[in-house]
């Protein structure tokens, strides 16, 4: 190689080792191979070379060229290397240390669904009702069928339902489009009398700036003999104002339809549209779905409508988390940004209770 050659060689050499970050390292590719670069210059310059020289000293720049290529990409490669070494060191994250409750709110903290989970425990713990569960993949059968939601009825479109491949018995699981099979789970298993709600994830096909395809509700059921709609009123005006910390929020019940209620209501609270204050303002907010127990939903599930009653009522988790602390979008529920996290998370040594207002 010939002198000028192995001295742009050991200058680039010397070069990208001296080049510790990615922005040093692209000056030394464009100094070397840019349009104004040394190499440049001297592949231009092989037209000057004497034609009996020049084919000699166009195989030795290419040879060169090739080399030189090499180098600098390997030095790239390095350097990148190196980057996402330090990244990941400096944003590493031990998620086995305990949380830190010196940190209000931080790291560690309480998700505000699991808070309103929570909250809904404690109050409804406090009016004596316990907490029951179920699968997220669920039967047809308990669903819909139990609960008075015929094949082919439309309600079964309305739930935009995820279902799975079919079983041995030729029928297609579903994720559970609400919390209500739970209620049939519980009549199935335990005699009356019965006071349980039912906390858990549900599935349905949507997707926007307040639905998810996956999104949690809670589910009330209370079974006993004489029960009637003043029980379901009293308990449910408890619940809700306790739940929001205002003591004369107004509660509406308007007359709805649920195929396993009968009467079926809705249950609206007061607030301002146009503030989205709660409590006041005169407009009113669909909050839950309530009713009596339909008797042919006590009848799928074992239990005399000639000797027991009650009532169920059903809401959504993220929505009434939502309309509790004012927050506008449903989505970064489970972005896990540590920044919202910071923001909405609770201690996790302070659990609610009914002493304080939830
Ligand atoms: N399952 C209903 C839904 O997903 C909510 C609901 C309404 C539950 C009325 C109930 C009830 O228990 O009585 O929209």
């Given at each position: 190689?010939?002198?000028?050659?192995?001295?742009?060689?050991?200058?680039?050499?010397?070069?990208?080792a001296?080049?510790?970050?990615l922005?040093?390292?692209?000056a030394v590719r464009?100094?070397?191979?840019?349009r104004?670069?040394?190499?440049?210059?001297?592949?231009?310059?092989?037209?000057?070379?004497?034609?009996?020289?020049r084919?000699?000293?166009?195989?030795?720049?290419n040879?060169?060229k090739?080399?030189?290529?090499?180098?600098?990409?390997?030095?790239?490669?390095?350097l990148?290397?190196?980057?996402?070494?330090?990244?990941?060191?400096?944003?590493k994250?031990?998620?086995?240390?305990?949380?830190?409750?010196g940190l209000?709110g931080?790291?560690?903290?309480?998700?505000?669904?699991?808070?309103?989970?929570?909250?809904?425990?404690?109050?409804?713990?406090?009016?004596?009702?316990?907490?029951?569960?179920?699968?997220d993949?669920?039967?047809?059968?308990?669903?819909?069928?139990?609960?008075?939601i015929p094949?082919?009825?439309?309600?079964?479109?309305?739930?935009?339902?995820?279902?799975l491949?079919?079983g041995?018995?030729?029928?297609?699981?579903?994720l559970r489009?609400?919390?209500?099979?739970?209620?049939?789970?519980t009549?199935?298993?335990?005699?009356?009398?019965?006071?349980?709600?039912?906390?858990?994830?549900?599935?349905?096909?949507?997707?926007?700036a307040?639905?998810s395809?996956m999104?949690?509700?809670?589910?009330?059921?209370?079974?006993?003999?004489?029960?009637h709609?003043?029980?379901?009123k009293?308990?449910?005006v408890?619940?809700?104002?306790?739940?929001?910390?205002?003591?004369?929020?107004?509660?509406?019940?308007?007359?709805?339809?649920?195929p396993?209620?009968?009467?079926s209501?809705?249950?609206?609270?007061?607030?301002?549209?146009?503030?989205?204050?709660?409590?006041?303002?005169?407009?009113?907010?669909?909050?839950?779905?309530?009713?009596?127990?339909?008797?042919?939903?006590?009848?799928?599930?074992?239990?005399?409508?000639?000797?027991?009653?009650?009532?169920?009522?059903?809401?959504g988790?993220?929505?009434?988390?939502?309309?509790?602390?004012?927050?506008?979008?449903?989505?970064p529920f489970?972005?896990s940004?540590?920044?919202?996290?910071?923001?909405?998370?609770?201690?996790?040594?302070?659990?609610?209770?009914?002493?304080?207002g939830?």
């Amino acid at each position: 190689m010939s002198e000028d050659l192995a001295a742009l060689a050991a200058a680039t050499e010397a070069a990208l080792a001296a080049a510790d970050d990615l922005r040093a390292w692209d000056a030394v590719r464009v100094g070397v191979l840019g349009r104004n670069g040394s190499l440049t210059a001297l592949l231009k310059g092989l037209g000057q070379v004497p034609a009996d020289q020049r084919k000699d000293r166009g195989a030795a720049l290419n040879r060169l060229k090739t080399s030189l290529e090499a180098a600098i990409e390997g030095r790239r490669v390095a350097l990148d290397g190196a980057a996402l070494d330090a990244r990941l060191l400096a944003e590493k994250l031990d998620v086995s240390l305990p949380p830190r409750p010196g940190l209000p709110g931080g790291e560690g903290g309480i998700h505000p669904i699991s808070r309103t989970l929570e909250e809904l425990t404690a109050l409804f713990g406090a009016m004596g009702f316990a907490v029951a569960e179920g699968p997220d993949i669920e039967s047809d059968w308990l669903n819909f069928s139990a609960l008075n939601i015929p094949e082919h009825h439309p309600a079964r479109q309305d739930h935009d339902t995820f279902y799975l491949p079919a079983g041995a018995d030729g029928r297609r699981p579903v994720l559970r489009t609400h919390t209500s099979p739970v209620q049939a789970r519980t009549m199935l298993g335990q005699a009356p009398p019965i006071r349980v709600i039912v906390p858990g994830r549900t599935y349905r096909a949507d997707h926007d700036a307040t639905h998810s395809p996956m999104f949690h509700q809670v589910e009330g059921l209370v079974i006993d003999r004489g029960i009637h709609l003043g029980h379901l009123k009293g308990c449910l005006v408890d619940f809700l104002r306790a739940f929001f910390g205002i003591a004369d929020l107004p509660v509406r019940f308007r007359a709805s339809y649920f195929p396993f209620t009968e009467p079926s209501m809705e249950v609206d609270i007061g607030w301002s549209r146009k503030t989205g204050e709660l409590g006041k303002g005169g407009d009113w907010l669909e909050i839950l779905g309530s009713g009596m127990v339909h008797p042919r939903v006590l009848a799928n599930c074992g239990i005399d409508p000639r000797e027991w009653q009650g009532f169920a009522f059903g809401m959504g988790i993220e929505r009434i988390t939502m309309l509790k602390h004012g927050m506008p979008d449903l989505r970064p529920f489970y972005d896990s940004d540590i920044r919202w996290l910071r923001h909405w998370a609770t201690n996790p040594l302070a659990p609610p209770s009914l002493a304080e207002g939830v």
